[in-house]
């Protein structure tokens, strides 16, 4: 692979001599969903499949960007000097929200560069491809330039970028999960915190199964910000008795002692799934750990379902992904991944039956929705780096 796209960046930008390569990987979400804004714990994992990227350092001021899965657009070319958001500029914004962000905290980038970009992420599968980009590019920009700053700041750095620049407003999971991903490990994160703790995933005779819905997902950065808001106004009603300063600090037994605060029925709701998930998410890494491969599943069909009637991000698609596989032999867990609104689902699937689970779940979702799903085996791999 790598190789075939150093011949491909040499055909683009004319010769391959200095050339290096990178990767930042796609992520799923095991558990823990919409709880990365809300001071909650997160459970992702690092995928194999992502975004592979060759490099080379200009002398000029010239950053120039081709993407082998936009071949139709060209080589995207702008100055170092003019570090806007521009929509024909499509998506080179993403690299390029990634110097501008370096450049706020303070990294110098003093002279352009040119990259080849290639995604084997699904797009618009809620398996961040544009976080995958952005860590990929911050992985270049610190190895061009020697600058010293750790993979969290990248992480950082990233996330500011799609926040302050694309104007996505984002938690920091998916940053966190493709720059800290460790092969066959899922990392709990406390996004209050961002204390973390790599948690292997042992799934004996068990895979993870992700399955596209291939619902655009349309809507959802406008729904994505309307729940965002709502959690807000929740929690300030919340935050004028008690004096906290996240949703992810109560327990169960101190929302439902005080949710009558929370002056929005439809809030109370959003409220409950934020805490809730919270501590299903810390309660299914510690069933995982003690090898109770059951209870995490169980977990996994009670985030669902709150994602479901609670906070309302799911839609008939995912839902009839996630019912339809709840039915299947040999299926321990399934939930809808992300953000929501369409994109995929995960399920932990025992192996021997997985080929049937694809077999009946991919024909009964037709019948039900009218076209296809996308099945992928999911396996746990690295997080961003250089490649030798
Ligand atoms: C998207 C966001 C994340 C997170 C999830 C929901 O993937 O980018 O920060 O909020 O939705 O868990």
């Not at 750790?150 to 302050?164: G, H, L, P, R, T």
């Not at 399955?211 to 309307?226: H, V, W």
Request: hydrophobic share 40%.
């Amino acid at each position: 692979m790598v190789n075939e796209l150093i011949l491909d960046f040499e055909k683009v930008f004319g010769s391959k001599e200095g050339a290096a390569a990178y990767f930042a990987p796609g992520r799923v979400n095991l558990i823990g969903e919409h709880t990365d804004y809300n001071g909650g714990h997160v459970f992702p994992c690092a995928l194999t499949f992502g975004t592979y990227a060759i490099a080379r350092k200009r002398e000029d001021k010239l950053i120039r960007l081709y993407s082998n899965n936009f071949k139709q657009l060209g080589i995207i070319e702008f100055s170092l000097d003019s570090l806007t958001n521009e929509k024909k500029h499509d998506w080179a914004n993403y690299p390029k929200g990634v110097v501008w962000a370096f450049e706020q905290e303070k990294f110098e980038v003093n002279s352009g560069f040119e990259i080849l970009f290639y995604g084997n992420i699904p797009n618009g599968a809620g398996l961040s491809s544009s976080a995958s980009i952005e860590l990929v590019t911050s992985v270049i920009i610190k190895d061009m330039f020697n600058f010293d700053l750790d993979m969290i700041k990248m992480v950082q750095i990233s996330k500011m970028a799609e926040n302050k620049f694309i104007g996505v407003n984002c938690g920091i999971m998916d940053q966190f999960a493709i720059g800290m991903g460790k092969e066959n490990c899922a990392i709990l994160l406390d996004t209050n915190t961002l204390k973390y703790d790599y948690a292997r995933i042992e799934l004996n005779d068990a895979s993870i199964v992700i399955a596209n819905t291939n619902k655009r997902r349309g809507l959802a950065d406008s729904k994505y910000n309307e729940r965002r808001t709502q959690c807000e106004e929740a929690l300030q009603d919340l935050a004028s008795e008690l004096g906290i300063k996240t949703l992810g600090e109560l327990t169960e037994e101190e929302f439902e002692k005080y949710e009558y605060l929370i002056k929005s029925s439809v809030n109370i709701k959003r409220a409950k799934h934020a805490v809730y998930e919270n501590q299903r998410t810390i309660k299914a890494v510690k069933a995982l750990k003690e090898n109770d491969l059951e209870t995490f599943g169980l977990l996994m069909n009670a985030s669902h379902v709150s994602l479901r009637d609670d906070y309302e991000v799911t839609g008939i698609e995912l839902d009839t992904l996630v019912e339809l596989a709840w039915k299947q032999k040999g299926v321990i867990g399934s939930r809808m991944t992300g953000a929501g609104f369409g994109g995929c689902t995960v399920s932990i699937v025992k192996n021997d039956c997985i080929d049937d689970f694809i077999k009946n779940l991919g024909k009964a979702y037709v019948e039900e929705i009218g076209y296809e799903a996308s099945f992928y085996i999911a396996k746990v791999g690295d997080g961003a780096r250089k490649l030798n």
